[in-house]
């Protein structure tokens, strides 16, 4: 029972465009949500969390958007640049304890 | 490097041998987690620890694995008679002490071949 899901196992967006990459949730006890980078071959990157407290947390060109009631949390990246092409790896978790991945969404960022 | 530091890289064993992988958090960091990443799947938490003690291992098969965080020391992934279904990547991550909420980072992995 996937407590984290990615719908979209890849993306293509234009270089210069917003890419907008999905996640839900089902467990209600989740109260911090982060996004993670990775590239073959190496570990996940941290970009960026949020709190379930807040709704939207902005880090330079990293947003993330969090929707409690639909349980719901995106991540947009504009301007997307080549260098964002990766898997990106929703997560959610709970005080100081295991977090719980998607299975993550290749972005291909397209010239 | 102050990262979190994985060894070794690779790591291949027969059927029946034992794996150890070792990891080191990030300095300051006194929190350390094991996750393990199948083909085309996500991370799945195996096993939460801090300095001696084991705080959360629920996601830790029941036989074969063990872990430990030594007051020295890195932290150590035990696998026992390894079988083909644990060929997979062992991911470590650390996070600052009073971790709540806080953000994991990820070392590079150590990928592990069953033969």
């Known amino acids: 029972d996937q407590q984290v899901k990615q719908n979209s196992p890849s993306l293509s967006v234009q270089e210069g465009r917003i890419s907008i990459l999905n996640c839900d949730y089902t467990?209600?006890?989740?109260?911090?949500f982060l996004w993670y980078k990775k590239y073959p071959a190496e570990g996940p990157t941290f970009l960026i969390s949020?709190?379930?407290?807040?709704d939207k947390n902005e880090d330079g060109r990293f947003t993330v958007f969090l929707n409690k009631s639909a349980k719901h949390l995106s991540l947009h990246i504009v301007p997307s640049q080549p260098g964002d092409s990766a898997v990106y790896f929703c997560?959610?978790?709970?005080?100081?304890?295991?977090?719980?991945f998607g299975k993550g969404t290749h972005l291909i960022i397209q010239p | 490097n102050a990262g979190v530091m994985q060894n070794p890289r690779h790591l291949v064993r027969r059927r029946g041998q034992e794996a150890r992988l070792r990891c080191s958090p990030m300095?300051?960091?006194?929190?350390v987690y094991w996750y393990r990443q199948l083909p085309e799947e996500g991370l799945k938490f195996m096993v939460y620890?801090?300095?001696?003690?084991?705080?959360?291992e629920s996601g830790m098969p029941k036989e074969r694995f063990s872990a430990e965080f030594p007051k020295e020391g890195p932290s150590i992934l035990r696998i026992q008679q390894v079988v083909r279904g644990d060929s997979a990547a062992y991911f470590c991550?650390?996070?600052?002490?009073?971790?709540?909420?806080?953000?994991?980072?990820f070392g590079d992995g150590t990928r592990l071949s069953i033969l």
């Open positions: 997560a959610a978790g709970g005080g100081a304890d295991g977090l719980t």
């Open positions: 620890l801090q300095k001696e003690n084991i705080i959360d």
């Open positions: 300095k300051g960091h006194s929190h």
């Open positions: 991550a650390s996070s600052p002490a009073g971790g709540r909420n806080q953000p994991q980072h």
């Open positions: 467990n209600s006890m989740f109260d911090y």
């Open positions: 949020i709190s379930s407290i807040k």
